[in-house]
């Protein structure tokens, strides 16, 4: 089964760790260009529609049974030629497909993993939308609100663009459920010059947003503005890869939000540098990574697998994937199928189609 979508780079964010007997759901994932995947049906994936043009960050929420609640991506189409690339034009779109009521001019830039959904631990109507300025006209975290209780089901942004702090943020948001099941904790780095090791984790409980303590763990990379963080499937691991080649694993209590134990896997000086994306599988026995701008030309891609269990990482790779242009990779997602999924985008003259491959997934087998 193939999706093909016009126009620009396809990369999603799915929040993590929403389980199946959870209160809501990643069961839908829609994306740019108008395209979507529907996993109601675990054994079937099906193809199904959004009315998102964007070329960077998707992310959506389902309830309990799989049905879309709502969506959001960011930004809009009609910027992706603004003047100095600088907008600001995150969009809420409702389960019907259309922009919510006040749904439009949300905080992001077209990066790809600056946008999540996390739902309100207090009221099961309420919703945040946390975004990351990471190359916008305002620099900073933000989180906006989502009240479903308004326009019969269909919701409304209630409130819009709540900053948080005002540096520049790294294009890494990432989101896991804490260890009393209800709250959660939303993770991102700083983007700015050395020391640039912070990672900090927001609370977000009944009665709010709240930032942990800062805490210095990590690679120490000069204005390294693409780091990517995904917690593995059970949540107590967080994983970091930068795309100068560092990749790293953490350890993560999910009930006081601390980090420690730092596993470097790769340093910065890696040849296996220029990571776009990664995912791990299910039991973290490897990492999947794509690797671009390779070659004499900077044509090629590919995708490498990693033996996690390989006392000498590095000598573990695997190439189980290569690409020469048009055809480049773009993100790899864990489905709530227990698969790994992948998009690759195609350039033809100027319009670019993006094709997710449903049926070609890559397994930690």
């Excluded at 990643?26 to 979507?36: I, K, L, N, T, V």
């Excluded at 390294?224 to 080649?245: C, I, M, P, V």
């Excluded at 490498?304 to 790779?317: P, R």
Aim: a neutral charge; one cysteine or more.
């Amino acid at each position: 089964m193939k999706i093909k979508i016009a126009y620009l780079i396809l990369l999603f964010a799915i929040i993590n760790c929403l389980s199946s007997n959870a209160q809501f759901t990643d069961r839908y994932w829609a994306f740019g260009d108008s395209a979507a995947i529907d996993f109601k049906n675990l054994t079937n994936p099906q193809p199904a529609n959004s009315i998102l043009r964007v070329r960077g960050t998707c992310a959506s929420i389902c309830d309990s049974v799989g049905d879309l609640l709502f969506y959001c991506g960011s930004p809009n189409w009609t910027q992706w030629l603004a003047i100095n690339n600088i907008f600001t034009d995150g969009t809420v779109v409702s389960k019907n497909h259309v922009v919510m009521e006040s749904g439009d001019s949300l905080v992001g830039a077209g990066w790809y993993q600056e946008m999540a959904i996390v739902p309100d631990p207090g009221n099961h109507n309420r919703f945040y939308i946390f975004s990351a300025g990471v190359t916008n006209a305002t620099h900073g975290f933000f989180y906006s609100i989502i009240d479903l209780s308004y326009n019969g089901g269909l919701g409304k942004v209630v409130q819009k663009n709540i900053q948080l702090r005002n540096d520049t943020i790294t294009d890494c948001v990432a989101v896991v459920r804490h260890g009393n099941g209800r709250d959660w904790w939303v993770v991102v780095r700083s983007w700015k010059s050395v020391p640039t090791k912070d990672i900090t984790a927001y609370l977000v409980s009944p009665t709010g947003v709240v930032g942990n303590p800062t805490q210095f763990i990590g690679p120490n990379v000069a204005y390294e503005s693409f780091y990517r963080l995904k917690f593995n499937f059970n949540g107590n691991h967080l994983y970091n890869a930068a795309s100068t080649g560092a990749i790293e694993r953490y350890n993560f209590n999910r009930c006081t939000g601390v980090f420690s134990n730092r596993q470097i896997y790769s340093t910065p000086s890696s040849v296996y540098n220029s990571i776009w994306d990664f995912e791990i599988s299910p039991d973290e026995s490897k990492i999947y990574i794509y690797i671009i701008y390779q070659g004499a030309l900077q044509d090629k891609a590919y995708l490498i697998q990693f033996d996690t269990n390989n006392s000498n990482f590095l000598s573990s790779a695997d190439t189980i994937g290569t690409f020469s242009d048009p055809d480049r990779p773009g993100s790899l997602k864990l489905g709530p199928d227990g698969k790994i999924y992948s998009s690759i985008y195609s350039n033809v003259s100027y319009t670019c189609f993006n094709y997710l491959y449903c049926a070609s997934t890559y397994t930690n087998s």
